[in-house]
């Protein structure tokens, strides 16, 4: 959202603090259940699919300054393991705590110059505009903290064979006795190669950088 743009009531993440009131110490705790926005995650990674369900629970707390909002994110996050590219799925538990600020006092609780005219500073401030407060970048924010960099189907994922491409996990004796067509055409000959040899050969697969694959 563009800034100065003003806070529409109808969206979903924009909370209200009228209730609330500017009473100094007023709480107010709320639960709403979301649709979760467009690229809500780490893209590429991990994330919450739009349109999802995710479970906004809300503490409001009114200070002088402005509202303290605190609260926790619930969704179930899909994206796929980074070592076998399996599909996943994980529950999501997102916490967050940030401040609104009456644009009316800076954080000295000084009567402040319109937002444009130090942008800069209050770059990083959010605001309660008309009693409103847009919780959609720190719902970003914490989603993205909360989720894997490095999501893994399970810890132990062993990945995929990178001869082939199996998945290892699903196969962990699955290798690969010949490495280059020569050796392919020599294991006729030789027929079965004894186990302490194989390492030997590895070498000569990058070498040769065939891309000739052989099952055992
Ligand atoms: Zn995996
Ligand atoms: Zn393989």
């Not at 609104?100 to 770059?123: H, L, N, Q, T």
Request: glycine content about 8%; charged content about 35%; overall charge negative.
């Amino acid at each position: 959202m563009a800034p100065n743009a003003r806070l529409d009531h109808r969206n979903p993440l924009v909370f209200d603090t009228h209730e609330l009131g500017r009473r100094p110490g007023a709480l107010q705790r709320l639960t709403r259940e979301i649709d979760a926005p467009k690229d809500l995650g780490i893209q590429g990674v991990i994330g919450v699919p739009e349109g999802a369900p995710v479970e906004l629970e809300l503490r409001l707390e009114s200070v002088m300054e402005g509202v303290l909002v605190t609260g926790t994110a619930r969704a179930q996050a899909k994206g796929e393991c980074v070592r076998c590219l399996e599909p996943l799925e994980l529950a999501l538990e997102a916490d967050f705590q940030e401040m609104f600020s009456y644009p009316d006092a800076d954080d000295r609780g000084r009567v402040k110059a319109e937002p444009a005219d130090d942008a800069e500073e209050d770059e990083d401030r959010l605001f309660i505009e008309d009693g409103l407060f847009d919780l959609e970048p720190v719902l970003r924010d914490a989603v993205v903290l909360a989720l894997p960099m490095q999501p893994v189907c399970q810890d132990d994922c062993l990945g995929l064979c990178s001869e082939c491409g199996a998945r290892l996990t699903d196969d962990p004796d699955h290798h690969h006795d010949a490495v280059d067509i020569r050796w392919a055409a020599l294991q006729g000959l030789a027929g079965s190669l004894e186990d302490g040899e194989k390492d030997e050969m590895s070498g000569a697969d990058a070498e040769a950088g065939v891309d000739e694959k052989q099952e055992k």
